[in-house]
């Protein structure tokens, strides 16, 4: 079992950058594949980034290549997301989750570990 928190959420301009954190407890960290996605109100919840268990490996949707960056330090047990450029449409709810599986996937219900999330608003 993992537990996940996050933090570095808030409200920022378009425009602003912002870098998430989520830190794990319990079993080995290293062991997991990890992503975020995300939520906005009315909206599902979509995928934005994962990395594979040593960090070599990331994917990412449309919207988030080369503004989002995710990357993990497994030592500290944390993967982040920076976040530059942002735009009102990234209001939401952001959420690390992480995946018991040895490839990354891309649907919420692929990942069995989950954050209670940190909100992002961005102002225009």
């Known amino acids: 079992q993992v537990q996940l928190v996050e933090s570095g959420g808030g409200l920022v301009q378009a425009g602003d950058s912002l870098r998430l954190s989520c830190t794990a407890s319990?079993?080995?960290?290293?062991?997991?594949?990890m992503a975020w996605f995300r939520q906005a109100p009315g909206k599902e919840r979509e995928f934005v980034a994962a990395?594979?268990?040593?960090?070599?490996?990331?994917a990412y949707p449309d919207f988030a290549k080369g503004r989002f960056t995710i990357s993990r330090e497994n030592a500290k047990k944390t993967v982040y997301l920076q976040m530059n450029s942002l735009k009102p449409e990234d209001t939401a709810l952001y959420y690390c989750?992480?995946?018991?599986?040895?490839?990354?996937?891309?649907?919420?219900?692929?990942?069995?570990?989950w954050g209670q999330g940190t909100q992002v608003t961005v102002s225009s």
């Open positions: 990395i594979s268990r040593p960090g070599t490996g990331t």
């Open positions: 989750a992480a995946d018991e599986n040895s490839f990354i996937r891309y649907t919420p219900n692929d990942y069995q570990h």
């Open positions: 319990g079993r080995a960290f290293d062991t997991y594949i």
